[in-house]
């Protein structure tokens, strides 16, 4: 007897749950249904079970997972020495119950927000590219949710024309996302809470601090900006390049080629391994429409609260890395430079999302935690 070939990456328990349902002939909307999860969601699923077994549909999944022998027992696991390649080491994740509500903001636009973990809570604002449903299993949000629960309860959630939230959302203007973030914050009842942001959400975090200066206890921001890209000093060349990615973005967002949203996603990730790429491009498609990814990258660049940062009066903690191609680390220096009295942290990366392999998500960690506090209230 032949011995089973092992997979190169095991599957989590997720996409075993999903694959035994491909095997038994339910379709995706009933897997969806079964299992309390978008359609979409089940789709980004079987994108990733197709890829780690090497095949392209449903049909040769269930032919390849049988000879495999993977229904009812655990994953083979790939030997070290293919682990160790060009794969990043497989981390033992925490278990983190979340559970997902929805609340109506100010126009009527349902927004998705999720409640993990255990403590005091800390409010985290939404940013593009989330999806409350399948984040806690992507490498690229997974590590970040997980150290956001160690210590606190967290509140995220997806922004408008995003995620689980409503994609036909008419106004995806700046005002409306602060307008969100008030919402979810109501919604949960809180009181008091430190606030955390990431990219173009800290410009929201900080309109929202200097509005309700009375609520937010901290301000953590990270690969942050003050001022959009239409709002900064450019050459020629540079808006001529902002307006070719634009151009890019409505033809190749929805594409099944992939190569369209590389091209962003290795903007955000130079530095990041090929697994993380392709997790990047897929939670793009996922989680955004073409259409709304443009309208959501037009208003980013309009986004403009220098005068908002310098009403800033609670301790703020500014991280950035120091060679993020996304957004320039001299964006960070000056917002850090506007609120008064914040602290800077330059990180040793050219990612604008870290991951856990490298050595600046350690100093991010270590800085996050003393500036939070383990009993932060």
Known sequence: MEDKEPLLTPMNKREREILERLATGLSDQQIA??????????????????????????TQAITKARTLGLFGTTDQVAPPSIQEGDQPPLVQRRKVEHRVSFTTSFDATRIAFAISGKGPPLVKVGNYMGHVEYDWDSPVWAHWLEELTRHHTLIYYDERGSGLSDWNAEDVSFEAWVRDLEAVVDAAGLRRFPLFAMSQAGA?????????????????VHGAYARGWLKRDLTEEQIEEEKLMISLMRVGWGRDNPAFRQVFAMQLFPDASVEHIHALEEQMRLSVSPKNAVRLESEMHRIDVPDLATQITVPTLVLHSHEDEAVPFDEGRLLASLIPKAQFVALESKNHLLTEQETA???????????LGEGDE
Do not use: C, M
Not at 362 to 371: C, D, I, T, Y
């Open 33 to 58: 249904d079964e299992l309390i999860l978008s359609l979409h969601t089940i789709k980004w699923y079987n994108r990733q079970i197709f890829n780690k077994l090497g095949v392209s549909n449903r």
């Open 204 to 220: 929201v975090a900080v309109a929202y601090t200097a509005r309700h200066p009375d609520k937010v206890t901290k301000l953590i």
């Open 361 to 371: 998500w350690q100093k991010f960690v270590a800085a996050l935690r003393g500036f």
